[in-house]
């Protein structure tokens, strides 16, 4: 039996990263439809910088976040870092400003990643196959407080 291929997380997002950037907030491959932010946190433990190309919802201008973690059934640290430290920064195009992470719940949650999973269909798989439910972030720009 094959041994399990593992895949380069930090590969893949520094290039994501680097394409993000050098093309005005937008990426091809397997992004190409699905509209990313960089979200910039610190680590809960390490206090260090973090940085995470992440798909993003803007509707009515609200910002979501989706801490899918491609369905697994552990969050992704960058959730954990917001959980711990909600002041963020983000790249949205070729917009950079800071912003407070924001946990949205209950029936909103549901209609969000309703949305999200109707606009980008393997949501709703992560979502399927994953035992926990996935966490709906909103990002609420420092400016609009």
Do not use: C
């Amino acid at each position: 039996m094959p041994e399990p291929i593992e895949f380069d997380f930090v590969t893949m997002n520094r290039n994501v990263i680097q394409e993000f950037r050098e093309n005005n907030g937008k990426v091809g491959g397997v992004f190409a439809n699905q509209p990313l932010l960089i979200l910039h946190h610190v680590g809960a433990k390490t206090g260090i910088e973090r940085l995470s190309p992440l798909a993003t919802l803007v509707e009515d201008g609200r910002i979501f976040i989706f801490a899918s973690k491609g369905g697994s059934d552990t969050h992704p640290d960058w959730y954990r870092n917001i959980l711990a430290n909600p002041h963020v920064t983000v790249e949205l195009g070729t917009e950079m400003f800071t912003a407070t992470a924001t946990v949205v719940t209950g029936d909103e949650r549901d209609e969000v990643y309703g949305k999200q999973s109707a606009l980008h269909p393997q949501f709703e798989e992560y979502q399927r196959t994953s035992t926990r439910l996935i966490p709906v972030v909103e990002l609420i720009p420092d400016r609009r407080r």
